[in-house]
C-alpha cells in the first residue's frame, strides 16, 4: 500500500505523474497500474476532488500514492495542489494524465523527452500533430477551433491542441503554477500565463482513447459557459501582458 504522499525528490531528473480524479472508481485502477507499468519506479500522486464514490480506494490498490482535498476545488485548484506538493518536495518535472483512461501512459516519456531536450517550460501531448481530426463533440470542435484562433496572436504560434490534459512542466513552471494557477478549465489561461512569464510550450503527438468509465462534465450548456468563462480569464491574462505606461 502507497503512503498519502511521495517521498522527496531525488536527482535532478525526478518525475512526478499527476492524476487530478473525480468520481473515477471506474477507471482510475486503470490509469494508474498502466502509468506504473510504463515508467517503472515513478511515483503516481493521485489528487482526489472530494470523491462521492471508491475512487480512493480502487486507487490505492492500484499503487498510486493519494492527495486527498479538504473541499470540492474543481480541476484547476486540484491540478495547483499536486503542483505546489510536487514543487515542495522538490520535483523537476511533472507531467499530468487525466484519471478517466483517456490519455496513454506509453506517450509519457515522449513528453518527458521534449521538457529536457527542447528546454521549454511546458510541453503539451496533441491529439491533433498526427492529422487526427476527431472531436468528441461538435460544440467541442468549435471551442477548439475558436480558441486557437484566439490565442494564435497572443502565444505568436499555433497551439493545435489548446484544451488537452496530457501536460508536462519543468520546474520553472512548477515554481509559477505552485502559487498560481487558474481554478476553473485551466489548460487554456495556464498558456496565457506562460506567455506573460515569457516562458515557452512545445506540442508533442499523441493518442486519444475513448473515456473508460462515467461521462464528461462538460454538457452542452456548460459548453457555452466554458467558451465565456474562459475568454474572459485569456482577457484578463492578456490585458496583464501589456506593459505598463
Not at 536527482?11 to 471506474?26: C, H, K, Q, T, Y
Not at 503516481?44 to 492500484?62: M, N, P, Q
Not at 488537452?164 to 489548460?187: C, D, I, T, W
Amino acid at each position: 500500500m502507497r503512503s498519502p504522499a511521495p517521498a522527496a525528490a531525488a536527482g535532478r531528473d525526478s518525475l512526478l505523474i499527476v492524476v487530478p480524479a473525480f468520481n473515477e472508481e471506474g477507471a482510475i485502477g486503470h490509469v494508474v497500474r498502466g502509468i506504473r507499468e510504463a515508467l517503472p519506479g515513478v511515483p503516481v500522486l493521485v489528487i482526489d476532488d472530494c470523491s462521492l464514490d471508491g475512487t480512493v480506494a480502487a486507487a490505492r490498490a492500484a499503487g498510486a500514492h493519494i492527495l486527498p482535498l479538504p473541499h470540492h476545488l474543481g480541476l484547476g485548484g486540484c491540478v495547483q495542489a499536486g503542483y505546489r506538493l510536487a514543487y515542495e518536495l522538490g520535483y523537476q518535472y511533472v507531467i499530468r494524465v487525466d484519471g478517466d483512461g483517456q490519455h496513454d501512459p506509453a506517450d509519457i516519456p515522449a513528453l518527458l523527452t521534449a521538457l529536457k531536450v527542447s528546454g521549454a517550460e511546458m510541453v503539451i501531448g496533441s491529439r491533433f500533430l498526427t492529422g487526427n481530426r476527431e472531436y468528441s463533440s461538435l460544440l467541442r470542435s468549435l471551442g477548439i477551433r475558436f480558441f486557437r484562433l484566439v490565442l494564435r496572436p497572443i502565444l505568436g504560434k499555433w497551439v493545435h491542441d489548446p484544451t488537452s490534459g496530457f501536460v508536462g512542466v519543468n520546474r520553472r513552471a512548477l515554481e509559477v503554477f505552485s502559487k498560481s494557477f487558474p481554478l476553473e478549465y485551466p489548460e487554456i489561461e495556464a498558456l496565457v500565463v506562460l506567455q506573460r512569464k515569457r516562458f515557452r510550450f512545445q506540442e508533442v503527438p499523441c493518442r486519444i482513447r475513448p473515456r473508460m468509465a462515467g461521462r464528461s462534465s462538460i454538457t452542452p450548456v456548460r459548453s457555452m459557459y466554458y467558451i465565456l468563462h474562459v475568454l474572459l480569464g485569456v482577457l484578463v491574462n492578456v490585458l496583464r501582458l501589456k506593459p505598463k505606461p
